[in-house]
């Protein structure tokens, strides 16, 4: 058996890992690239934690990366070992060992919000960098919950009052309806049609995903969502707002809707976070509390660095 065959089996058991480190998740958002993992086990033969990776390769490097719409990866422990610090360095220096093994040019992953694991990569030589997600755990009383958006929130909100939401919205739909979305604002979408459908009959078969669809009397969409979840958290995977109707409130009525969804599934709820400031500040205003987590990185070899930097001037020249 090989490590990535132990690995699934191994994940498939781990009720509460982050959905975007489950095997069938890297399945769908590695299609068509090459995903492995990383063991550890101890003298017993079980396994203590794992690292799944997307391994990229271009010209001489090679290099490990997020996939993509994956916001969580990284390594992930068992709880026993979770709860001990020291079991934990140890787990991630075995991994150190294979990484420096790979003959990477680059190493980039995000750990999870309180995540052990970045202490234990920052001690072994590994970069970190901070970063934001924003998300709401208390869903017990939705009116108490609306009473903590910002006004101008609340003010959107009223404005939606004669929108409804849907649940029916097909996801060849939800593409075109994005794609559209940012079209209209001179942007093209970052994913292709295929990419999003291997992703929800994946998601769609581990009964893990839903989309939100924010609609007038006549059923014309004014915002639309692409959900997923696990055992902790609802994400807030892809929104899109059509800015033709941009004050109308649908957007604002898109996050509530979403909340409350994420109650009935019994979760709490993660905007996913963003690093941008005019995003992160919408995400603020429904009472969301922002919460760090890291990404790890590591230059293995100088020139991979080089060559990066010439490929932003070259995108920043030419944009």
Not at 121 to 148: C, H, N, P, W
Not at 164 to 179: G, I, P, Q, W
Not at 257 to 265: C, D, L, N, P, V
Not at 275 to 281: L, P, Q, S
Request: overall charge positive.
């Amino acid at each position: 058996m090989t490590e990535k065959e132990r690995y699934i089996a191994w994940a498939n058991e781990q009720e509460y890992m982050p959905v975007t480190m489950m095997p069938w998740w890297m399945d769908a958002v590695c299609a068509g690239k090459e995903w492995d993992a990383i063991v550890v086990e101890d003298e017993k033969g079980n396994i203590q934690g794992a690292m799944p990776f997307l391994l990229r390769k271009r010209a001489r490097f090679r290099y490990i990366l997020m996939p993509q719409l994956s916001h969580i990866g990284g390594i992930w422990v068992t709880p026993e070992v979770t709860a001990d610090k020291w079991r934990t360095a140890e787990v991630c220096r075995q991994i150190k060992e294979r990484l420096d093994q790979m003959n990477l040019a680059y190493y980039y992953q995000q750990f999870m919000p309180g995540s052990l694991c970045v202490d234990a990569m920052r001690a072994l030589g590994f970069k970190t960098r901070q970063r934001t997600t924003y998300r709401v755990d208390d869903l017990s009383d939705i009116e108490a919950l609306k009473a903590s958006f910002s006004k101008n929130k609340q003010r959107q909100l009223k404005k939606a009052a004669s929108l409804h939401v849907e649940r029916t919205m097909e996801v060849e739909d939800f593409y075109r309806f994005h794609a559209d979305c940012l079209a209209a604002r001179k942007r093209r979408i970052s994913y292709t049609r295929e990419f999003l459908l291997v992703l929800e009959r994946k998601a769609r078969r581990a009964k893990q995903c839903q989309i939100l669809s924010i609609c007038n009397a006549d059923g014309q969409v004014y915002a639309a969502a692409f959900l997923v979840w696990d055992k902790h958290y609802l994400y807030y995977l892809i929104p899109a707002y059509d800015p033709a109707f941009s004050d109308s409130g649908a957007g604002a009525l898109l996050a509530l809707e979403a909340m409350k969804f994420a109650k009935e599934k019994g979760v709490r709820f993660d905007f996913e976070g963003s690093m941008d400031k005019g995003t992160a500040e919408h995400y603020r205003q429904f009472g969301s509390t922002p919460t760090k987590y890291y990404a790890v990185e590591k230059y293995y070899k100088p020139l991979f660095r080089l060559a990066i930097w010439f490929q932003k001037l070259k995108e920043w020249r030419f944009r």
